[in-house]
């Protein structure tokens, strides 16, 4: 069945993201194409982490996060935050909620509730605050590779 839901999915194009919290000092941040509104009212949105991802213990503590969603041309930072890291790149900025320079937008999240989803946490974050960068196309997930838009 594995293999199946996996083959089925890489039909369903989406966008990339890096979700990212910061703990004390410790910064983190992963590649998620599973983010999706849930709500405009309260503002609402949902992320799925696994449970293994260096990302879940720091975004546990901290109890906010951001999610930044990388514009076409961002492959590279994609695979650096999907465990293929670049030596000495390091996007995130320094506050309190990272946020991922060259992002088409940053959302800025407290934890609002988490559920169990298998292997993942769901996480719900309430988003207190939107960044909006240049307004660019998106980079887009399909079929195990990445895409442009026509």
Same mark, same amino acid.
């Given at each position: 069945?594995?293999?199946? /839901?996996?083959? *089925?999915?890489?039909?369903?194009? #989406?966008?990339?993201?890096?979700?990212? %919290?910061?703990?004390? =000092?410790? %910064?983190?941040?992963?590649?998620? #194409?599973?983010?999706?509104?849930?709500? /405009?009212?309260?503002?609402?949105?949902?992320?799925?982490? =696994?449970? +293994? %991802?260096?990302?879940?213990?720091?975004?546990?503590?901290?109890?906010?996060?951001?999610? =930044?969603?990388?514009?076409?041309?961002?492959?590279? +930072?994609?695979?650096?935050?999907?465990?293929?890291?670049?030596?000495? !790149? =390091?996007? /995130?900025?320094?506050?309190?909620?990272?946020?991922?320079?060259?992002?088409?937008? +940053?959302?800025?999240?407290?934890?609002?509730?988490?559920?169990?989803?298998? +292997?993942?946490?769901?996480?719900?974050?309430? *988003?207190?605050?939107?960044? /909006?960068?240049?307004?660019?196309?998106?980079?887009? !997930?399909?079929?195990?590779?990445?895409?442009?838009?026509?």
């Amino acid at each position: 069945m594995q293999d199946q /839901l996996r083959q *089925v999915m890489s039909h369903w194009p #989406s966008g990339v993201t890096v979700i990212a %919290a910061r703990y004390s =000092n410790e %910064a983190r941040g992963m590649t998620a #194409s599973s983010f999706t509104s849930v709500s /405009l009212e309260p503002p609402l949105i949902l992320v799925c982490v =696994n449970e +293994t %991802a260096h990302l879940w213990p720091v975004l546990e503590k901290a109890g906010r996060f951001t999610v =930044n969603l990388l514009p076409e041309g961002h492959e590279h +930072t994609s695979a650096h935050f999907a465990g293929r890291p670049i030596e000495g !790149y =390091n996007p /995130l900025s320094q506050e309190e909620s990272p946020v991922l320079e060259g992002a088409m937008a +940053t959302l800025h999240c407290k934890t609002w509730a988490i559920y169990p989803g298998g +292997t993942h946490k769901i996480v719900v974050g309430e *988003v207190e605050k939107v960044t /909006l960068g240049k307004e660019v196309r998106p980079l887009v !997930y399909w079929n195990r590779g990445y895409r442009q838009l026509p």
